[in-house]
C-alpha cells in the first residue's frame, strides 16, 4: 500500500510469443525472465498483490509454486493485437478488484529502470 492505495504488480507473460518463442521462460543466470520478474516485484514492499497473467500451464506453474495470484487468459485475450487495456480490465473484472494504481511489469524493460519510473511517476 501507498499513500492509503493498494497496488497490483501484473505481470503478463504470453506463452505464444510472436517473436521470440516461449520467451518468459528463458533463463539468465539460472531464472527464466518471469521468475525474475516476480521475484523482482515481491520484493517491491509497496506492492500489495502479484497477477500473472497467461494462457501457458508452465508459466501458470512457475506463478502458481511463486505464491502469485492467477489470471487464466483466454483466447481473446492471447491475440496478438490484446491491448494492455484489455488485459488489466478483464483482470479486475475477474479478481473483483478496485484498485487505484497498477503497476505493470514489462519483461522487455530492466528492473531498476522500472523502480526508478515507478518511484518517479507515485511521487506526482
Known amino acids: 500500500m501507498l499513500k492509503n492505495k493498494k497496488i497490483l504488480c501484473l505481470i503478463p507473460a504470453k506463452g505464444n ?8 521462460l528463458r533463463k539468465i543466470k539460472n531464472k527464466s525472465l518471469l521468475e525474475a520478474a516476480i ?5 517491491l514492499t509497496f ?8 494462457e501457458n500451464e508452465k508459466i501458470i506453474n512457475i506463478a ?3 505464491n502469485c495470484g492467477l489470471h487464466k487468459r ?12 484489455e488485459l ?3 483482470i479486475l473484472k475477474k479478481k473483483n478488484i478496485k484498485i487505484l494504481i497498477i503497476y505493470y ?8 529502470d522500472l523502480k526508478k519510473i515507478l518511484l518517479v511517476v507515485l511521487k506526482k
Open 88 to 90: 488489466i480490465k478483464a
Open 105 to 112: 511489469i514489462y519483461n522487455q524493460l530492466h528492473p531498476l
Open 74 to 85: 483466454n483466447k481473446y485475450l492471447t491475440r496478438d493485437h490484446t491491448s494492455d487495456y
Open 17 to 24: 510469443s510472436k517473436g521470440i518463442k516461449y520467451k518468459n
Open 47 to 54: 506492492i500489495d498483490h502479484t497477477v500473472v497473467s497467461s
Open 64 to 66: 502458481k509454486n511463486k
Open 39 to 43: 521475484d523482482f516485484a515481491k520484493n
